[in-house]
């Protein structure tokens, strides 16, 4: 299998993609993690 060569833009470019993409994904953890407390919490006081 052959490698390709990136430069050092593409590295840059695909490492900020990638914390992008890392970010997103946390924040949507987050959310729905806050969700689920709000829901079962909501539940709870009732």
């Known amino acids: ?3 390709l060569k990136l430069t050092e ?5 695909r490492r900020n993609r990638n914390i992008a993409l890392g970010l997103v994904l946390a924040g949507l953890v987050i959310l729905f993690y ?3 407390i709000v829901k079962i919490g909501g539940g709870m006081a009732g």
């Not at 833009?9 to 470019?13: C, G, I, P």
Request: glycine share 0%; hydrophobic share 45%.
């Open 9 to 13: 833009a593409q590295r840059k470019s």
């Open 1 to 3: 299998m052959e490698l």
């Open 34 to 36: 806050a969700i689920t």
